[in-house]
């Protein structure tokens, strides 16, 4: 396990097992670092934590017990995407995971385990997903009221979500973790950090139909997540009755007053409202080659600005439970600044607040 996650930080950082040799002053030969990836070999301490800092990674990471391999990650788009970027997410995904199950296992919490909604389906046509989104509403308790934080909601249900720049071209992704000791699988979402709120909450949804249909399912998969993605976040009953069952013309700023209610990209809630039959597919042509045309690439009153990406709905519920750990004295702050990747002073701050004084208290 260890000459895997070796070999992976170093494809991650570019090194070659002569450039990493050279970038640790030569202190450890390439054919070693060689030994040490085939599990031949166990690197000193001393030499442990120089790769650790060479290669930008955690002895924790190296170290890692829970994780045994993952599974099945692959980018939905090839097009600029690289070894590098492979391995940088591959990366990205244990490390997080890693620190995520140390601190559910501290708090002795089961949402280290995926709650499935429903079992995996077999779709035969596209508009069954719709039917799939509908049971998994039903099984969270959902309703069919918009739903107000994607990434809260998915790990909620235990999906791991990390949040991290991958190239433009890529959304987002899903794979599986494969746990030490037989433990069951854990799905984890990854989702381009760059992209806009709207985009982010479809991608999140996009990849939660992945998980549910089924691989047997004779349609195109791509398509039919795409359609369980706006039935999803977009209920056809909840949209009719805000909307209406017919129109034939719709208005901007009705359009944007129903994008900010269900917090989707303005050209999706088009798509949308064709889907349900709401407008026909000649008013959903017509308004991309007139007021809409350029709304696939500029989205019309955005739910946040570019500034400020990935400040609305982050994946923040690995930061709580560090926090809710730290007040409980079940870990240390020097823990607590580890499992972040924090300054101590920074965490010993969050713990005071502005008064300067500890919030939490004992009884």
């Known amino acids: 396990m260890f000459g ?14 002569r450039t990493l040799s ?11 670092i060689g030994k040490y990836e085939r599990g031949a070999m166990m690197p000193s301490s001393g030499t442990l934590l120089a790769l650790a800092k060479t290669l930008d990674v955690s002895l924790d ?28 997410v591959e990366a990205a995904v244990i490390e997080h995971v890693e620190r995520y199950l140390t601190i559910e296992d501290i708090l002795d919490l ?16 596209i508009k069954e997903a719709a039917t799939l989104a509908k049971q998994v509403r039903e099984a ?12 809260e909601l998915l790990e909620k249900h235990g999906l ?16 599986m973790i494969q746990r030490s000791g037989g433990l069951p699988f854990l799905p984890v979402i990854v989702v381009n950090q760059k992209h806009p709120l709207e985009r982010r909450r479809l991608t999140l949804a996009h990849e939660l139909g992945h998980r549910l249909i089924a691989d047997s399912s004779p349609v195109e998969h791509e398509k039919a997540a795409t359609y369980f993605a706006g039935a999803f976040l977009v209920p056809e009953n909840h949209l009719k009755w805000e909307i209406g069952k017919h129109r034939k013309a719709l208005g901007y700023a009705e359009l944007v007053q129903l994008k900010r209610m269900y917090r989707v990209s303005a050209a999706a809630l088009l798509a949308r409202l064709r889907d349900v039959g709401i407008i026909a597919e000649s008013t959903l042509a017509y308004a991309f080659k007139t007021f809409a045309n350029d709304w696939r690439r500029k989205e019309p009153d955005p739910l946040e600005e570019e500034s400020q990406r990935d ?40 713990m005071k607040g502005p008064a300067g004084e500890n919030a939490s208290y004992r009884e």
Request: glycine share 6%; net charge positive.
């Open 160 to 175: 791991k979500v990390l949040m991290t720049p991958l190239p433009d071209g890529v959304s987002g992704m899903t794979c």
């Open 22 to 32: 050279e970038a640790l002053d030569s202190r450890v030969s390439a054919q070693a």
């Open 311 to 350: 400040s609305r709905e982050p994946a923040r519920r690995f930061e709580r439970l560090c926090y809710w750990a730290l007040a409980e004295k079940l870990i240390s702050p020097s823990k607590a600044s580890e499992l972040l990747q924090r300054p101590l002073q920074q965490i010993e701050i969050a």
């Open 110 to 125: 089961d949402s280290a385990e995926w709650h499935c909604p429903v079992d995996k389906q077999r779709i035969e046509s």
């Open 61 to 88: 990471y190296l170290m890692g017990a829970q994780i045994h391999a993952i599974k099945g990650l692959e980018f939905r788009k090839k097009s600029g995407t690289s070894a590098k970027d492979r391995a940088r």
């Open 140 to 151: 969270w308790q959902l309703g069919e009221n918009p739903i107000p934080d994607m990434t």
């Open 4 to 17: 895997d996650r070796l070999k992976l930080a170093r494809k991650k950082a570019g090194f070659s097992l």
